[in-house]
Each structure stands twice: as C-alpha cells, then as structure tokens.
C-alpha cells in the first residue's frame, strides 16, 4: 500500500529554523509530483507548492514564494518543507500529499507546527 | 493564482439533497475536467470524495456525485446523513505552474 508518512509534531520559537519531512513508499514518489498543503486553525486548504522528485526543481504558490523551501531527497523517496525563520503565522497543520490530475490523490497524515514564543 | 470560490456554508435535513459550487475561471475548471471534491472531518485528514469531476474512488458512497458546467464544478450529496456534516473543499487543474488550486472550503451542516 501506497503511503505518505511525515514527520512529528513541532513547537519553535518565532525566528527558528524548522525542516519537516514526509517520506513516500513505493515505485511512485519519483514518478509523480509531491505538494504540501497549509491548513491554518479553523481554515481551509491552501496549496504552498510543488515538486517533482524526479526534476528536484520546486514550484510556490505566490503567497509561499520566499516565505518557504521545498526540497526533495528522490534516494530515500522524501520530500522536505523548510522554514529558515518561523512567525507565529506559521502556525498551522501541514500535510504533504501526491498530486493527482484534479488535485491530491493522497495524503500524508499531518504535521502540527506551532509558533510561539 | 486566486483560490476557486465556494459557499462558506450549506445546510440541509436527513434525507435531502445538497449541492455545493465551486466557480474558477478559463484557466481551471472553465478548459479542463480535472476537478475535486474532497471530505474533511474535525481534525481528519481530507478525505477524496471524487476526482476527475465526477469519478468515485473505489470505496466511496454512490450519494456523492459531481458535476461541472462552464467554469463551475459542483458536488451533489443525497440521502444526507449525520455524518455528512463536515468541511467540504474542491480543487481543480490550474495553467499556473503549482498545478493545483483550492476553494476555500464549505461548511456542510446537517439540521
């Protein structure tokens, strides 16, 4: 069975670098794109960005341009989402999730970032 | 991109239907059926409900149905149950180069 599993849940501090993951099973992580998915408390869904791991070169929405890294490590099917100096604002669940034609096919089960100070 | 645009919230009794829109623009849903639909309960992870605009996923209930005119998509549940009550969310195809675009979510509330 196909699966996205990510990394814990994190607690930072505003100005703090953070790296989460989400490791892919199966033949299919190289051959289709990854995207990560904000959902900020009480919100709805909102698509920062996209790779392909087989490409390495990573895509943002314009609200997550400059504000965050996508990355991707195609020999341990992994892709990564990376801040270099977290808000509060960044608080938020954040799913990793493979893109289908209409949208994410499957997802990873979440990871809870949490900024404060 | 600009996010697809859905009711904040619909509600409707046990055993009606409902129906909730999603509206984007040529560069969405308007030139491509590839739209959507996806179910997400307090806390859950979302959960695909139909793809392709109106494709079930094997598994999911025959009362969630899709359908697409012009540049609107929509999502049909019959029979509404207690369960049904969840946060609804489309996505579609996008000519942008992130590929993907969401609405903004949909409170479904069953009375």
């Known amino acids: 069975e196909v699966q996205l599993v990510q990394s814990g849940a994190e607690v930072k501090k505003p100005g703090e670098s953070l790296k989460i993951s989400c490791k892919g099973s199966?033949?299919?992580?190289?051959?289709?794109?990854i995207g990560w998915v904000r959902q900020m408390p009480g919100k709805g869904l909102e698509w920062m960005g996209v790779?392909?791991?087989?490409?390495?070169?990573?895509k943002y929405s314009p609200s997550f341009q400059g504000q965050v890294t996508i990355s991707v490590d195609k020999s341990i099917s992994t892709a990564y989402l990376q801040w270099n100096s977290l808000k509060a604002s960044d608080t938020a669940m954040y799913y990793c999730?493979?893109?289908?034609?209409?949208?994410?096919?499957?997802w990873g089960q979440g990871t809870l970032v949490t900024v404060s100070s | 991109q600009s996010a697809l645009t859905q009711p904040a919230s619909v509600s409707g009794s046990p055993g009606q239907s409902i129906t909730i829109s999603c509206t984007g623009t040529?560069?969405?849903?308007?030139?491509?059926?590839?739209v959507s639909w996806y179910q997400q309960h307090p806390g859950k992870v979302p959960k695909l409900l139909i793809y392709?605009?109106?494709s079930r996923p094997s598994g999911v209930s025959n009362r969630f149905s899709g359908s697409k005119s012009g540049n609107t998509a929509s999502l049909t549940i019959s029979g509404l149950q207690a369960d049904d009550e969840a946060h609804y969310h489309c996505?579609?195809?996008?000519?942008?180069?992130?590929?993907?675009?969401f609405g903004g979510g949909t409170k479904l509330t069953v009375l």
């Open positions: 999730a493979r893109r289908g034609r209409s949208g994410p096919d499957l």
């Open positions: 199966g033949d299919s992580f190289t051959s289709r794109y």
């Open positions: 790779i392909f791991p087989g490409a390495s070169e990573a």
């Open positions: 040529s560069s969405d849903i308007g030139d491509y059926g590839y």
């Open positions: 392709d605009v109106n």
């Open positions: 996505s579609s195809y996008t000519t942008s180069d992130t590929l993907v675009v």
